[in-house]
Structures are given as structure tokens and as C-alpha cells.
């Protein structure tokens, strides 16, 4: 018998520091953490880069290992057709999910003019 499994995750990011990396460092910066559809979706505002950094945490917390066993890219998150945010797991962290049994995924993001928020759930059935 299958068991009903949920996981959370929660981050919470003051926007300044994206505001205050020098633009060289800034640049490598994204590119290693967004893939490129949420960088072009973001069009360089901050308080969303910082949303999406926020839901990429999130969802490693979320997945038990954090960032390292996981790559930034291989967790994306784009809008549907409503605006509303998507999570998207490729590679390693798809496996992962997979292997625990998560297989839906609902996801929150907040800001104000200094903090970006975001909070995200995850349900599935335990694997065995």
C-alpha cells in the first residue's frame, strides 16, 4: 500500500544582494543559477530573479539535499499561460523527486521593495 507523502521548502532573500553584485560577477551569477527562458522571462528585474532564487531553494529543501546534489538549472520555473509560476525538474533533481515519490509540485512567490519570498509544496505517493 502507497502512502501520501508532502514536503515543504521556504526562503526568504533581502533583494540588495542581487542589487549589489559588481556587473561582471552579476552576469556569471545568472547564468550559472537561471536557465535561459527564466532569464529572458525576468527581463533583468531583480525582485524576480530573486522570487525564482528564492523557489529554487526552496524546492531543494523541499527535496532533502539543497544545492550541490543538485544543479541551480535543473530546477525552473516559468509562467503559464496565467502568469502563474511552474516548477520544472530536469535531470538529477527530477530523479530525486521520482525516487521519493513527489509528483506534484504547487509553488508561492512574494516580494516587497527589500525581500523576495517564495514557499513550495510538494506531494506524491512514497515509493517502496
Known sequence: ???LIMRTGIDLLEISRLM????????????RVFTEEEIIQCQDSNPSLAG??????????????????IS??????LSDE????RIFLHGHAARL???I??????????????????SVTAIGFETE
Open 52 to 69: 525564482l532564487f528564492c523557489v529554487k531553494e526552496s524546492v531543494s529543501k523541499a527535496l532533502g539535499c539543497g544545492i550541490g546534489p
Open 101 to 118: 515519490g513527489l509528483t506534484t509540485w504547487a509553488v508561492s512567490i512574494t516580494h516587497t521593495r527589500e525581500m523576495a519570498a517564495a
Open 82 to 85: 496565467n502568469g502563474a509560476p
Open 97 to 99: 523527486a521520482d525516487a
Open 20 to 31: 549589489n553584485i559588481s556587473p561582471s560577477i552579476r552576469q556569471r551569477f545568472i547564468k
Open 72 to 77: 541551480w538549472q535543473e530546477i525552473e520555473i
Open 1 to 3: 500500500m502507497s502512502r
